[in-house]
């Protein structure tokens, strides 16, 4: 994204929240693994989605209007035609040397204007010193309270101080909203860079599941093939995977978010993959399933195709205009019908549908939404409770699934334990869709026939 690209965004929350308001959004803080070693650092994506700033102990504020005070303004003001808008004020670390050599590079107050388009920015140890003043004769403070407690803590105080001016004919905020409902729905629609993001992390991820089905072979441990999964996420720019890899082999495919990864692949058997790289803190999400000996044996294939065709079933229906329950309407439809067809759900398929008898196979809804995380954010239902529409734009999940453990009531044997998923990301166009995900493969045929070329499977 470029810097124009995040300032677009700053200015359309401004706009929302109007001059008598302030935005404040804290970065996500440093998370330890373990002792004195640190996770690698991820922002939180609303705040990366307003700054494009990466480093932690950084605050953002956005106030709207010219009602900021030559004091509050530091020489770090890089844009002083930008207060007639609104001005975007970054509280950040300082350069430091010394840390620097350790830790690498800080934007600093400097890099923070000049790089990340703040038009003021000043050391995170100055917070408690300069943000009550921007408080001054605001009504309304969007924050989300409760995410972390000692920026709760901190506005709280800073709130108190303000209230002590009282006398002075100084006014605090008395209101306080969700700035997050005012990002999360500028985040459901995705601008064209979002897109190029999130079709770039797609490739990617297809180019790893079909490298997995390259790769596999009966006596292989589940975790060799995340493995050969992770290799091309960082192989192709993807430094990390958009959430914790699923690699489930025979029964361990019907527990929905397994990621033990640890068993070994048995011949016969099915695994499913359910894996996606993060670009750009974009996420991609695709699940496949195959025979780990590259070839389905009977049963395995009468599910996973009717799997496949509910999932057809879905994809059609997300196009602008339907709402966003029809695919999984689509999905259900197809499964019941077909479960019925195979001996494993007995009535009429209406009846069930309306009963959720298929719930006992397929337990999940066909989708979510998709974007910075991999649940993504966005509200599924409208003000008065109907199904949302699909607008051009959104990106969601299509993936259906049938999942049959060992020991299910009345059901034979010979369908235990096989658990198949099938998921692509699709986005929703003015006229249809686009399937991001569509290069990894997913019919029988073009399954089989990737094994069978590279080797895999039994031999």
């Known amino acids: ?63 709207p209007g010219r009602l900021l005070s030559a004091s509050h303004l530091s020489q770090h003001l890089q ?47 100055e917070i408690d010193k300069i943000l009550p003043g921007l408080l001054e004769n605001r009504r309304t403070v969007f924050y989300d309270m409760g995410r972390q407690a000692a920026v709760d803590q901190q506005l709280l105080d800073w709130i108190n101080r303000v209230r002590s001016k009282s006398r002075s004919g100084v006014s605090a905020p008395t209101v306080f909203s969700s700035l997050s409902e005012i990002v999360h729905e500028m985040r459901l629609l995705k601008s064209n860079a979002e897109v190029a993001a999130m079709r770039r992390a797609a490739v990617v991820s297809a180019a790893a599941h079909r490298r997995a089905m390259q790769a596999c072979k009966p006596g292989m441990m589940e975790y060799q093939i995340e493995a050969d999964l992770l290799h091309e996420f960082v192989r192709e720019g993807c430094r990390f995977p958009a959430y914790n890899s699923i690699v489930g082999g025979g029964a361990n495919a019907c527990t929905l978010h397994y990621n033990d990864n640890n068993a070994r ?18 996420a991609a ?77 397929y337990m999940h809804r066909t989708g979510h939404w998709l974007g910075m995380d991999v649940h993504d954010v966005g509200e599924y239902k409208d003000g008065a409770g109907a199904w949302r529409v699909l607008e051009p734009g959104m990106v969601l999940t299509v993936e259906p699934g049938l999942y049959i453990p060992a020991g299910s009531e009345n059901v034979p044997k010979k369908w235990w ?3 198949i998923r099938i998921e692509d990301d699709v986005l929703v166009t003015k006229n249809g869709n686009d399937v991001l995900t569509r290069e990894a493969p997913k019919t029988v045929a073009e399954i089989e026939a990737l094994m069978a070329a590279a080797g895999s499977g039994a031999g």
């Open 285 to 361: 999400d695709i699940t496949r399933t195959f025979p780990v000996n590259g070839r389905f044996n009977p049963e395995q294939k009468a599910l996973y195709e009717l799997v496949l065709a509910a999932q057809y079933a879905a994809i059609d229906k997300v196009r602008p205009g339907n709402h966003w329950n029809e695919p999984h309407q689509a999905a259900v439809r197809v499964l019941t019908t077909g479960l019925v067809k195979l001996g494993l759900l007995s009535g009429k398929p209406a009846q069930l549908i309306k009963d959720e008898g298929y719930r006992k196979f």
């Open 417 to 419: 334990n096989i658990g």
């Open 79 to 125: 844009n002083p035609s930008r207060r007639k808008q609104g001005t975007y004020i970054l509280f950040c670390r300082e350069r430091d040397p010394k840390m620097e050599i350790w830790n690498g590079a800080r934007a600093g107050q400097e890099g923070a204007c000049a790089i990340y388009g703040a038009d003021a920015a000043y050391p995170i140890s």
């Open 1 to 63: 994204m470029d810097k124009q690209e995040f300032a677009r965004r700053r200015a359309q929350v401004m706009r929302h929240i109007g001059k008598d308001g302030v935005a404040i959004l804290p970065a996500a803080p440093q998370a330890l693994r373990n002792r004195d070693s640190e996770y690698p650092y991820r922002p939180d994506s609303d705040f990366y989605y307003l700054t494009g700033f990466a480093e932690p102990d950084a605050v953002a504020v956005l106030v």
């Open 265 to 282: 692949l048995n011949d016969g058997e099915l695994l499913l993959i359910d894996a996606g790289a993060e670009f750009n803190y974009y």
